[in-house]
């Protein structure tokens, strides 16, 4: 039986319940991180974990835990699901009050709620690319922070699914920003281009990792602010994240980005990749 953790206490699936005035469940007052297992090895959980008490710490959720409490938990629940490849959420809320906008007060208990699941790589999509088509973004002005507000990115990726899409590129006027679940990247000329760390986007831990093998390759990184048309325009465009890694996009709004397959530098940055978890797990 798969078991779901539930405030310190592993429980069986089918019992995993929380509150019904939940803040998490009334109000998306909450956070989330979900955090990668390869080969039985918890990748960049110490970096996962540090964002998660950021977040909290923006939202001015106050949590009992640290990093290595934090990730003892989620080593005991992968451990009892066997998760050899797959993956790991876990998400905090505010806790259980009455419903009311403002914080309780007293401040309730934190809840804490952790979930596995197991797959595979997305070798094939990792290899052929995907399709990508590019929307208006519409989300709060806090991106930076990993809330559980997430209906902004829903209906994004829901308009990229309904034109036979995997991904969409949000912008905020002509600014190309990041996409509903995942960050960007324009390339040309040689040289990575990406939307600077700040509350319109969220630092990815995927973003950073590419980021130190483009240093270690000698491939220029710039972290600033380009266009619709600078992507359009793009010799090769990746968009990255826990689940999908380094993911070529070879079509953007239908047309082919590039030559419409999988660019020199995003396969580069993929070896780099595989041989970053092969360090770092």
Known sequence: ?????????????????????????????GIYEYIRVYDNNVFTAKEHFERLL?????????LKYNVDELTELIQELLSTNNIVNGGVYIQVTRGAAPRDHAFPTP?????????????????KLLEEGINAITTEDIRWLRCDIKSLNLLGNVLAKEYATKYNAQEAIQHRGDIVTEGSSSNVYAIKNGEIYTHPVN???????????????AEDKGIPFNEEVFTLDFLKNADEIIVSSTSIEVMPVVKLDGENVGDGEVGSITKSLQEGFNRYIDTHS
């Open 1 to 29: 039986m798969t078991k779901v953790l539930i405030n310190e206490k592993l429980v069986d699936e089918q019992d995993a319940n929380v509150p019904y005035n939940d803040r998490g469940y009334v109000f998306g007052d």
């Open 107 to 123: 401040s309730v208990e934190a809840n804490i709620m952790a979930f596995t699941k197991s797959y595979d790589r997305p070798y």
């Open 54 to 62: 950021r977040s909290a710490k923006e939202i001015g959720l106050e």
């Open 199 to 213: 509350n319109y986007i969220l630092n990815g831990i995927t973003r950073m990792v590419i980021k130190s093998v």
